[in-house]
Structure formats: C-alpha cells, structure tokens
C-alpha cells in the first residue's frame, strides 16, 4: 500500500463512520460527537471522539456526566467506557458506526444488569497513572508478608527485587533501597482509582499515612481478590503539599514458580511428577531439554559424551561462554541459571550409552526416555531394551542434509505397524562442508529446523506421558518447498 493509498483508506474510513454517526443523530462539536444512546436503563448522552490512531485504533466514549454510569471495571481511569478488549480487534469492526453502536448499546444495558457474564481480568493496573519510576519491582509470595514491612533492593537489568521482614529505616536521601507495606484490598467489585479510596478498604496494623507523610514508607503493594483470582498492584505514594496523599503505579511483576507455570501450558501440572531422560544433548537435544523443563518436565537426566564445540553455538541452546564444557553440564547450567529447575533435579552422565545394563537402568528409572542421537547403535539398543522392560521410547532425527526429521515411538503403541524407512534424498550439487578436528561432514541442517523438530518430539514425549499419544507410531515430515507436508 502506497502513502496515498494509505493517506485515502484513513480519510474513508473516517468520512464512512462519521456519515453513521450523523444518520444516528449524533452532532459535531470541537470536542467530537455528541448524541444519545437508548438503552435498557434509559438513556445516556455521550460523546464519541476519533482518537489519533482511528482506524487502527477504537473511537472513545465518555458519558457527558461522569457519574451517570457506575463506575466498574468497564471503564477507564479517565471515565471512559472500556469498550474493545485486546482480543477483539481482528477486522477493524468498530469503522462500521451502526455496528459500533450497536456494541455501545450492549456496554449499557450489560452496566445496568451488573456485569452478569463478566470476564474476571486482574486489570487493577489500568485504573492508576504511571509512575515516572520505569524500573521493574519483582516480589515473591507476598502472602508471607500479611500487613507487614517490605523492603526493594536495587538489582540487575533496572529492576528492584523484594525483601520482606524489614521495617522501615529513617529516610535517607543516599539509601538506594525503598521501603513499602503489603496490604490486603480484599474482594474488589469497583476497582479504586486514588488512595483515599485505597485507604477506606485496608486495615493496616500501622499508622500507614503518618510512615508515608515522613516518606518512611514509599511503595504499598496491595493484594486483591477478583472472583477466584488473586492479584497484586505496587504503588507508589508520597505526601502532597495539601496534607493528602498521591499515587502513581509502578511496573511491577511476580517472580516466583506459579507465574512461570501458568504460561506452561495446560499441561505443566500433569507433568511435574514426570522423570524424562535425553540421551544425545547436540543441536535437537538441547531444544528437547529445554521444552521439556518449560513444559512443566521438573526430573531430568542428560545423556552425552560431547563438548561444545565453537561451531555447534549456531544451533545449540548454549551460548560461546559454555565452548569447551561438557554439553549434558553446560545444558544443565542454562537449565538452572534460567531459574525453572533446580540443580539436584537435573542428572547429568558424561558418556555414551553402549551397555545393555546401562540401557536397563536408565529405562527403568524414568517415565519416559527420548534419544536424539541420530545413532543407530544408540537407537536400536534402546528400543531392544525397552521391548524387553515393556516400556517405550521416543526417538527422533533430522535428515536428509536437514530438510527432513523423524519422530519414532519404538516400540509402537498397540500392535501398531512402525513408520516405514525414511527415504534418502540428498542434493548431490551441494559439496560437502568439513571442519578441522571434525571427522565427518558438517550437517547443513538450519536452526529453525532444529527447533521445529525439537517442538515436535516434545509434542509425541508429553502425549506419550499424560497417556494421549499422538500417533502410535510417530512422524515423518518433508520440510522442502512443494514436498508433502506431513506423514505418519
């Protein structure tokens, strides 16, 4: 699209609305639109205003007189209706003015019934101004601190970190830490916009507005309740010349096992109990690794004999600072430094895998083992292995000069017939690549591929261990340009 094309696609869209408005009786003025919406509580004047970014962004509504409509989690800190959620934006639907009506209309008459089918988003956040502090607070279970002191340190990557216990010091103009208070808001139907209106529903043990008019206490960090979800806010407060008290919000997060785990997938808690071993920790078997700890995967076992070498950081999970460390020790340290698993929950065996005994104690030992060696000594003992144990592998290779990978469950499930053999087709004009010190060519396998391979093997390993298998027997997939996508 050219400027100009874009240029007349804005003025349209805004000449279109506009002409909707008018047909629904709404006027103009320097302020915007001025009309009346009918609804099931009565009627409303209101006033729609194109903000700078229409069409791409919404129109705004605000009740001429402010307090005609309750105030509730459907509008926002300057009064207007919150209207279209972060979700709801595919199509531009609002540049049609009847439809967008249409959808105020509904904002009113769902006002008037009390939000019957509300959905409970932990938004608190929205109904305080920003404070110029851009660093961000990080704070742990803060239910180990009921109605108690706090202190933020200063910590890496301009962000303060939480210290609970401390009660406050005298105030120092040199100290680089803020003191604050936890405090508990309860179950909030109408969000709180001030701190008066904060105050009225706390019962601190302490004299809270005396510590902040002495600027003892900076920072309240209020836990709410919004029907079954807990939240949290952090604030920041300061004494007005008037004698009252002001608010900003600050930026502020959890950092504790809950948040990461609710971003794991449905999953993550199915799987917590699980112990995975990945025998072959190079390119793929890193990313395995890797999915498998974010999957929710908290017992594993790292099998390989390799080091990281220079030229395996293109593909590998590992960054240069791990080069000349054993791969299954350096995927362990990143596995750990990430903070989503702890050392003694990760085992790590130096070697290569080449007993039947070995075999034995690995299978029986874990819920579930996923080679990723490409190596069909490796493959073929554990798979014999676990024939003989009743148990059942994953195992996975990229092929064919990496535009291909394959994801076998050995033995397969149910009297299954295996995937049939891969097929060798390598592009014979592409001259082989050797390195110094390495005694065969060099795979030139992309990284995407590694990770998409690596996703899938984990897609066929957690199906395998929350018994909803994918396939009994696995997956080949052709990832070249007019190939079939997919076989099974």
Not at 77 to 101: I, K, M, N, Q, R
Not at 244 to 269: F, N
Not at 411 to 434: C, E, H, K, Y
Request: hydrophobic letters at 40%; proline letters at 6%.
């Amino acid at each position: 699209m050219t400027l100009t094309k874009y240029d007349d696609y804005v003025a349209y869209s805004r000449q279109h609305f506009e002409e909707g408005l008018i047909r629904a009786g709404f006027t103009e003025d320097e302020t915007g639109w001025r009309g009346t919406i009918i609804h099931a509580g009565g009627t409303t004047e209101v006033l729609i205003a194109l903000r700078s970014r229409y069409p791409f962004q919404p129109p705004r509504v605000v009740p001429f007189d402010p307090d005609a409509v309750a105030w509730s989690w459907h509008r926002e800190l300057d009064g207007s209706l919150c209207l279209v959620a972060e979700d709801d934006h595919e199509g531009l639907w609002w540049t049609d003015a009847p439809a967008f009506l249409e959808h105020v209309t509904a904002w009113f008459d769902q006002s008037t019934t009390g939000w019957q089918d509300d959905r409970l988003d932990l938004d608190l956040d929205r109904y305080f101004e920003p404070s110029e502090d851009e660093r961000l607070y990080l704070y742990d279970d803060l239910t180990r601190y009921p109605s108690g002191f706090i202190r933020f340190r200063p910590t890496a990557n301009n962000t303060m970190r939480i210290s609970g216990g401390t009660k406050p010091a005298k105030s120092s103009k040199h100290s680089k830490d803020r003191f604050g208070y936890v405090a508990g808001l309860g179950a909030v139907d109408v969000p709180p916009r001030t701190w008066d209106e904060v105050a009225a529903r706390i019962n601190p043990s302490v004299d809270l507005d005396r510590r902040i008019r002495n600027h003892s206490i900076e920072i309240v960090v209020l836990i709410y309740r919004r029907g079954s979800h807990d939240g949290a806010i952090t604030l920041e407060v300061w004494p007005t010349v008037d004698g009252g008290t002001a608010v900003r919000r600050l930026r502020s997060g959890a950092d504790t096992d809950a948040a990461k785990m609710a971003r794991a997938g449905l999953l993550a808690h199915e799987l917590r109990g699980c112990r995975v071993a990945v025998v072959g920790i190079g390119a793929l078997g890193s990313f395995v690794a890797d999915m498998l700890e974010r999957s929710g995967i908290r017992h594993l076992t790292l099998v390989d004999s390799d080091v990281v070498m220079p030229g395996n950081l293109i593909r590998h999970l590992v960054g240069p600072e791990a080069v000349g460390r054993s791969k299954v020790e350096a995927v362990k340290q990143h596995l750990v430094a990430r903070s989503g698993i702890a050392a003694p929950d990760i085992a790590v065996i130096d070697e290569t895998l080449t007993s039947g005994d070995e075999a034995v104690e690995l299978l029986s030992g874990h819920d579930l083992v996923v080679n990723d060696t490409a190596d069909f000594t490796t493959t073929a003992l554990l798979h014999v292995t676990a024939q003989t144990l009743a148990k059942r592998i994953v195992s996975a290779a990229i092929q064919n000069d990496g535009t291909s990978y394959r994801i076998d469950l050995l033995p397969p499930l149910d009297g299954a017939d295996p995937l049939p053999p891969s097929s060798v087709d390598v592009d014979q004009s592409v001259p082989d690549l050797f390195e110094a010190g390495c005694g065969s060519p060099i795979s030139p396998t992309p990284p995407y591929l590694v990770i998409e391979a690596a996703a899938a093997t984990v897609r066929h390993a957690i199906g395998l261990l929350v018994e909803r298998p994918l396939h009994p027997a696995g997956e080949v997939r052709d990832l070249r340009i007019g190939a079939a996508r997919n076989r099974q």
